[in-house]
């Protein structure tokens, strides 16, 4: 697709708006999808679609970490960008009742179900969480959309961390929570909700933590390297420290960016990657999979 706009959205943070570069009509999409980007050097990133303009699909992107830098240095208007998608990995289900709660960029999934609850007429609310005013997009959109539906933390304007009742405070046992943004928060919304009826919909930017894991030896046969998985470190975490180049993305067992065949031994399936990504029998998951027994050999 061809970017044929880069507006700031906010502080450090950059929208890419995108159409297709052979004139074909723009894919449709719903909220809580995103789209597969492929950067000049080659690295792949995920990015929640939060545009309004069916004319067009928009990403926003905080700068944080190498891909992220490279889009806000490199990326101009004109350039043409290989994508895959949209996919919807955190779908919205239009629950009656809904409590949206975002942190930092995680507002980019978030806005656009907030646009859908105004939309359907849902009973809504929504918790944006942010550091400064500055720093948080769509802020003007969303206090004009939401208005008394909106409860905004800004820490520079409390010096403390948002409360479990400032976060969770609007939804009852009927609620259903949609959470995106740092892995504070998101541990916070799931642990306090507690048992209800309605269910909780989040979506990660950071891996989530190993549970259960066991250590293991992974093989990589064409490096001749032979590494070992601590019980808390996924594979990919550590053949990243030795081969810096390998292919990643999501990191939480959905892309199938990661997936690298097995050459020998057994794999624990742990991630959940469909369609295309979906591991073939002698393959696995860097991200997410682990050695069924002591280890594996890998064809790396
Ligand atoms: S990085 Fe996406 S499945 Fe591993």
Do not use: N
Not at 118 to 124: F, P, S, V, Y
Not at 223 to 241: E, I, N
């Amino acid at each position: 697709m061809r970017v044929v706009d880069t507006p700031g959205l906010a502080d450090d943070v950059v929208g890419l708006v995108l159409e297709p570069a052979d004139g074909t009509p723009t894919p449709s999409w719903s909220p809580g999808a995103h789209l597969d980007l492929t950067l000049p050097s080659g690295l792949r990133r995920q990015y929640s679609l939060c545009g309004t303009d069916p004319r067009s699909l928009m990403v926003a992107v905080r700068r944080l970490g190498a891909a992220s830098t490279e889009i806000h240095e490199r990326v101009r208007e004109g350039d043409v960008l290989h994508t895959q998608g949209p996919r919807t990995a955190f779908p919205f289900c239009g629950e009656p009742r809904v409590l949206l709660v975002a942190g930092g960029i995680g507002i980019t999934p978030i806005v656009t179900m907030a646009r859908e609850c105004a939309t359907r007429g849902l009973d809504w609310h929504l918790v944006y969480a942010g550091r400064t005013r500055a720093s948080m997009p769509f802020l003007d959109e969303l206090v004009a959309l939401a208005g008394s539906r909106l409860t905004l933390l800004v820490d520079e304007e409390r010096e403390r961390y948002p409360s479990v009742g400032e976060v969770l405070g609007w939804a009852d046992a009927d609620t259903a929570v949609y959470c995106c943004g740092p892995t504070p928060l998101l541990d916070l919304v799931r642990t306090a909700r507690g048992p209800v009826r309605a269910p909780l919909h989040y979506e990660r930017f950071a891996p989530p933590p190993v549970i259960s894991g066991r250590e293991f030896d992974v093989t990589l046969a064409r490096a001749g390297l032979t590494l070992k998985v601590p019980a808390d470190r996924s594979a990919l975490d550590v053949v990243l420290d030795a081969v810096p180049d390998t292919p990643y993305s999501c990191r939480q067992g959905f892309c199938g960016t990661c997936r690298v065949q097995v050459c020998e031994r057994a794999v624990e399936r742990r991630g959940r990657a469909g369609g295309p990504g979906r591991p073939g029998a002698r393959e696995m998951l860097l991200c997410t999979d682990r050695a069924e027994g002591v280890g594996l050999t890998v064809d790396l």
